[in-house]
């Protein structure tokens, strides 16, 4: 089976700007994660979604953003990006949510 | 909710030496520990996982053990070589009805040929 694949793999932005990240699950798979990575803050988990729903929402502001189609690929989308947006976005799938998750290579954002 | 401390952020080994990593917990009620190893420009890989029903599991090189009463967990690698050279995370289910994981900090594990 194909892995977790992610789009695009590096972009860079300025502030104010928005971003739309692309992730595509493994076949088979009906839940995405989402996490932002960064040295200071290690993996902090973004949001979940399962069957198009948003299922589960980590601690950050509403700027961060998702969704997920029917064919269980997940986008998501951050707003007016500030400098602190930069870091490697991580995108996780899963069979049905619980337990093991695969991760993408992620895309790396850079805010300037 | 899930509080994940792990042990040491860096580690530095011989080839050949074995190299430990250590992960606590609070959550009396979690059950699933995975581990995974990520490579410089990679995504996190499960290399790994232990439910809270085995105090054990082993997969070649590479073990983990789960001391439930202390809520810690630690993986194990023996026969270390230079690829495995990666930062490590240990990871427990965030409280709640779904598992999202609260990852420990990550290790940066150095072998040295």
């Known amino acids: 089976k194909a892995g977790v694949t992610q789009t695009p793999r590096y972009l860079i932005k300025t502030r104010g700007q928005q971003v739309t990240l692309s992730c595509s699950p493994i076949s088979g798979h009906r839940s995405v994660s989402w996490y932002q990575q960064t040295p200071g803050q290690g993996l902090q988990f973004l949001f979940e979604y399962f069957s198009e729903t948003q299922r589960n929402k980590g601690n950050f502001p509403g700027r961060f953003s998702g969704r997920q189609f029917s064919n269980s690929r997940s986008e998501m989308n951050v707003s007016t990006l500030e400098l602190g947006d930069s870091a490697l976005y991580l995108c996780a799938s899963s069979p049905g949510g619980a337990d093991t998750q695969y991760f993408g290579p992620g895309t790396r954002l850079t805010v300037l | 909710g899930e509080n994940v401390e792990q042990h040491p952020s860096t580690l530095s080994v011989q080839e050949g030496d074995s190299a430990v990593i250590k992960c606590t917990y609070s959550d009396s009620a979690s059950n699933y520990f995975p581990w995974y190893k990520q490579e410089l420009g990679k995504g996190p890989q499960l290399i790994i996982d232990i439910r809270s029903n085995v105090g054990e599991k082993k997969d070649q090189r590479i073990a983990v053990t789960l001391n439930k009463t202390a809520k810690h967990f630690s993986l194990h690698i023996t026969e270390t070589q230079p690829e495995d050279s990666a930062v490590y995370f240990c990871?427990?289910?965030?409280?709640?009805?779904?598992?999202?994981?609260?990852f420990g900090r990550g290790t940066s594990l150095i072998v040295h040929p």
């Open positions: 990871a427990a289910p965030s409280s709640g009805g779904s598992y999202i994981p609260t």
